[in-house]
């Protein structure tokens, strides 16, 4: 009689440690299922962005040629539009020649005249973008990722090349 009570409780056990491995397994393949679809919607968000070339660039990090890492904790932009680009970027590294303005040390000028070069990469696009009315850039070169992220490479005349790490999004 005990034996029988004990394979039934075994029994029940077995049913119970089923049905929350095969509930743990629904679980984890939704949770897989929702952060796909979240990749997906933010990937189709970029891509308009980049497509209607409508983005702000927000720098987190800057990565000056010598010297360590800085972490920026003021918002520092680049806003990209068909027909205007807004730098308010800081500046650390190695300048050639000092600004007039001593106000004026970072990467900050309004542009209306520049060429917008996209290249699609496997995971994201590579943006060339070059100011004709800017004295001192040179270019900015970016790695825009599915995801958002995004790194930032800028190329001047008289100063040494400098490289923002941040993320985009939509421009208001």
Do not use: C, H
């Not at 034996?3 to 056990?13: D, G, H, L, P, V």
């Not at 010297?67 to 539009?81: E, N, P, S």
């Amino acid at each position: 009689m005990r034996t029988i009570q004990i394979n039934r409780m075994m029994q029940r056990m077995l049913a119970l440690t089923l049905v929350l491995v095969s509930t743990l397994a629904t679980t984890t393949l939704m949770a897989q299922d929702e952060k796909k679809t979240k990749q997906e919607e933010k990937a189709a968000a970029v891509t308009a962005m980049i497509n209607a070339q409508q983005y702000v660039f927000k720098a987190q990090t800057a990565l000056p040629t010598r010297g360590r890492t800085v972490q920026l904790t003021t918002d520092y932009t680049v806003k990209v539009g068909k027909d205007t680009l807004v730098s308010d970027l800081p500046y650390f590294g190695r300048s050639f020649s000092a600004p007039i303005d001593p106000t004026k040390g970072g990467i900050q000028f309004n542009s209306t005249k520049f060429t917008y070069d996209v290249k699609e990469i496997k995971k994201g696009w590579q943006i060339t973008i070059r100011p004709s009315d800017v004295n001192d850039v040179q270019q900015f070169f970016f790695s825009i990722f599915n995801n958002g992220s995004a790194t930032l490479q800028v190329t001047s005349t008289n100063r040494t090349p400098i490289t923002f790490n941040g993320f985009v999004v939509a421009k208001k």
